[in-house]
């Protein structure tokens, strides 16, 4: 069965670092694969998404990830955080002949201004 | 374009009672989503309904249901109402079955008292 795994819990940066956030999967066959962000009081947006072809992925907002097939993961990053991105982020996975998406756990990201 | 819309935003039962949610895709989207985002359990999938037809279903017991119509809009009952009911339900679409985005509504608040 698929999973997925988001390393942290909750990851706490001051305005500027550099963030990555940790994600894994468990499957076998080909996959799709996804970055969500839940902004406080909102609902779930798509940050960026990985279907085929290159492996480095641009999202909304500055975000970026990428796909490493060898180690099942799909990392977020941003060079630059803001106070704005504070929010909870949740990797999820889907089988590319369709059907439902696998979350992981989420992450809560608390930017300091 | 309208999003993902769903109703009520907040609904309020008693235990034992049951609850109907509903949700209209996307336009030209014919497949529903039903996931349930409980505190401190991230989001769990509940159903998936493509084309009139129940395609996939969560771990859950059956007091939750669902269906969907040939407008492709769907309902998410849940019967029994148990506390533990509690949680945001959430309800998302995509463009037919396989290697679509899908796409969230901002929910429907359910409190079990």
């Known amino acids: 069965a698929q999973s997925v795994s988001q390393h942290n819990h909750h990851v706490i940066l001051s305005e500027a670092a550099s963030l990555e956030l940790g994600c894994n999967y468990s499957y076998g066959g080909t996959v799709n694969l996804f970055w969500y962000v839940q902004y406080p009081g909102q609902h779930l947006q798509l940050l960026l998404k990985y279907f085929s072809g290159d492996p480095l992925v641009k999202g909304i907002k500055g975000f970026e990830a990428e796909f490493i097939k060898s180690k099942f993961s799909f990392n977020l990053r941003k060079p630059s955080v803001q106070w704005s991105d504070t929010a909870e982020y949740f990797c999820?996975?889907?089988?590319?002949?369709?059907?439902?998406?696998?979350f992981g756990q989420g992450t809560e990201l608390s930017v300091k201004p | 374009e309208a999003g993902v819309t769903q109703s009520p935003t907040h609904l309020i039962k008693t235990r034992g009672q049951q609850a109907t949610l509903r949700c209209s895709p996307i336009?030209?989207?014919?497949?529903v989503y039903w996931y349930q985002q409980a505190l401190g359990l991230g989001l769990q999938f509940l159903l998936w309904?493509?084309?009139?037809?129940?395609?996939n279903r969560g771990n859950f017991p059956p007091r939750f249901s669902g269906r969907q119509f040939p407008n492709y809009s769907s309902e998410l009952n849940v019967n029994a109402l148990e506390l533990e009911d509690s949680a945001l339900y959430l309800c998302?679409?995509?463009?037919?079955?396989?290697?679509?985005?899908?796409?969230f509504g901002e929910g429907s608040w359910l409190t079990v008292v």
């Open positions: 998302a679409s995509s463009l037919g079955r396989s290697g679509n985005t899908i796409y």
């Open positions: 999820a996975v889907r089988d590319n002949q369709g059907g439902k998406l696998i």
């Open positions: 336009s030209g989207h014919t497949s």
């Open positions: 309904y493509d084309e009139g037809e129940e395609r």
